[in-house]
């Protein structure tokens, strides 16, 4: 949409509480939420635990649902609506981090292709090796390629259809963990520890979900219809992207009943395969692998649009070498360097989450704080002549800086990352509560005052 436009003209308001659940259900129904599971697993939780984090986690889609909430009543997108907290020059810094979270997900989703047509090679009696692992990325690579070729009505067509594919497909598959599960074992599982095992679990699950889509989320709320219900488009926001979510993680949970090496592996696909029956498995990750290619279109379609947000302006040609090199070397590292996908992935989704974490609850401590009677448009203009809200800014930084003073991990080591801190992505929750305070601080300094709506 043209920049210039600051409002959604009235016109455009067309969708429905119904038709915002299914665009969220449908864009948070994948093979992702299984991995998201297996994850989960991975801190060593009993089955109850994992269960309950899955819950806590697929509700960090709450935060989206509020998001959402402002910009339909506001009628303005997320990134315009960041400009009153920010500033126009300073709205940059979540620019910049929206970029970042493109190229990471069109990377992941590189690579949980690869793996995926890597599973499937066993039908035909490949093992994995390098070389068929290479063929794999050049195959689902090529399909990428290939895919954007294709106009973007017919994109949504296929994605709509594998998304009710994957539905229906996922529902049989959990019909068969349930009743393969080990429960007399599952239900024997030792608790792990709720400060370092659980809530580590519920941040890399909310970085990688809610706090994530939060940035999309006025995008969508801002073209909802004028006489719906605020309360309507939050919860229809936040169940959603909920709903699927959890009920994929439990799959994920469930699976680690019946494959333990679940909890331990660098690729739960191979895992996964091997649980279910091999006709099945073929079918379900073609669809899971073909649903991903719209998602990776988009993200390259979108990647000239990042980068002249930040400032930075280049050919659609060059666009596409730069942005084609970084998802390159990225799955290349993954898949044949370092060899592990499940450590990679919860790397990227803490860096990630510290980010996003800080500059959500800045966006919505903004709203509540000094947008109570709604935000001014000369604020929100791109010709505003206020280039920096010193205040959001300050605070996004500290309090992102401080995050990554409270984590460590395979590439970072904070030098306060000890304790309850070592090891796991409690920097997430960390940066968020910081923000917080540090706009608290903000409103103190600033007093009672409510800007006023031009």
């Given at each position: 949409m043209d920049d210039k436009i600051i409002k959604i003209p009235e016109a455009d308001k067309t969708l429905t509480p119904s038709k915002l659940f299914y665009n969220w259900f449908a864009a948070n129904i994948g093979i992702m939420g299984f991995v998201y599971g297996a994850m989960i697993v991975s801190y060593h939780l009993s089955f109850l635990q994992a269960i309950v984090a899955s819950l806590v986690g697929s509700l960090s889609f709450l935060v989206p649902g509020w998001v959402a909430m402002i910009g339909q009543r506001e009628g303005i997108t997320t990134f315009k609506l960041s400009r009153a907290a920010y500033g126009t020059y300073g709205n940059k810094i979540p620019n910049a981090i929206a970029w970042f979270n493109m190229v990471g997900w069109l990377s992941v989703n590189i690579i949980t292709g690869t793996?995926?047509?890597?599973?499937?090679f066993k039908v035909i009696h490949v093992q994995k090796n390098p070389l068929t692992t290479a063929i794999a990325l050049i195959i689902f690579g090529g399909l990428v390629l290939l895919s954007g070729l294709l106009k973007e009505a017919t994109l949504a067509k296929i994605q709509t259809w594998l998304s009710w594919i994957f539905g229906v497909l996922t529902a049989v598959i959990?019909?068969?963990?349930?009743?393969?599960?080990?429960?007399?074992?599952?239900?024997?599982?030792?608790?792990?520890?709720?400060?370092?095992?659980?809530?580590?679990?519920?941040?890399?699950?909310?970085?990688?979900?809610?706090?994530?889509?939060?940035?999309?989320?006025?995008?969508?709320?801002?073209?909802?219809?004028?006489?719906?219900?605020?309360?309507?488009?939050?919860?229809?926001?936040?169940?959603g992207g909920a709903v699927p979510l959890f009920i994929l993680m439990a799959g994920g949970v469930l699976l680690s009943t019946i494959e333990p090496q679940l909890a331990t592996t660098g690729n739960p696909f191979d895992v996964m395969y091997s649980a279910l029956p091999s006709w099945l498995g073929v079918i379900y990750f073609l669809v899971a692998a073909g649903g991903l290619i719209p998602q990776c279109i988009v993200?390259?379609?979108?990647?000239?649009?990042?980068?002249?947000?930040?400032?930075?302006?280049?050919?659609?040609?060059?666009?596409?070498?730069?942005?084609?090199?970084?998802?390159?070397?990225?799955?290349?590292?993954?898949?044949?360097?370092?060899?592990?996908?499940?450590?990679?992935?919860?790397?990227?989704?803490?860096?990630?989450?510290?980010?996003?974490?800080?500059?959500?609850?800045?966006?919505?401590?903004?709203?509540?704080?000094?947008?109570?009677?709604?935000?001014?448009?000369?604020?929100?203009?791109?010709?505003?002549?206020?280039?920096?809200n010193w205040g959001g800014i300050v605070s996004w930084l500290i309090a992102t800086i401080t995050g990554f003073l409270f984590t460590n991990n395979a590439v970072w080591t904070g030098p306060f990352a000890h304790g309850i801190f070592a090891n796991n992505s409690l920097g997430v929750f960390v940066s968020a509560i910081l923000a917080i305070i540090c706009m608290f601080i903000v409103k103190l300094i600033k007093g009672g005052h409510h800007e006023k709506v031009a």
């Open positions: 793996l995926l047509l890597v599973s499937l959990l019909v068969i963990f349930l009743m393969k599960a080990n429960w007399h074992e599952a239900l024997d599982l030792p608790s792990g520890s709720w400060i370092t095992g659980f809530l580590p679990a519920v941040s890399i699950v909310a970085a990688g979900s809610g706090i994530s889509w939060s940035m999309a989320a006025a995008d969508w709320g801002a073209y909802v219809k004028p006489n719906t219900k605020p309360a309507a488009t939050f919860w229809n926001t936040a169940m993200s390259l379609r979108s990647a000239r649009i990042n980068l002249s947000t930040i400032g930075i302006n280049v050919s659609q040609r060059t666009s596409l070498i730069v942005h084609g090199l970084i998802v390159i070397l990225i799955p290349v590292y993954v898949l044949f360097i370092s060899g592990n996908f499940l450590s990679n992935f919860e790397i990227f989704l803490n860096f990630l989450g510290i980010c996003l974490a800080s500059w959500v609850a800045i966006f919505l401590c903004d709203s509540v704080m000094f947008r109570e009677n709604g935000y001014d448009t000369k604020l929100v203009d791109p010709q505003s002549s206020t280039h920096y």
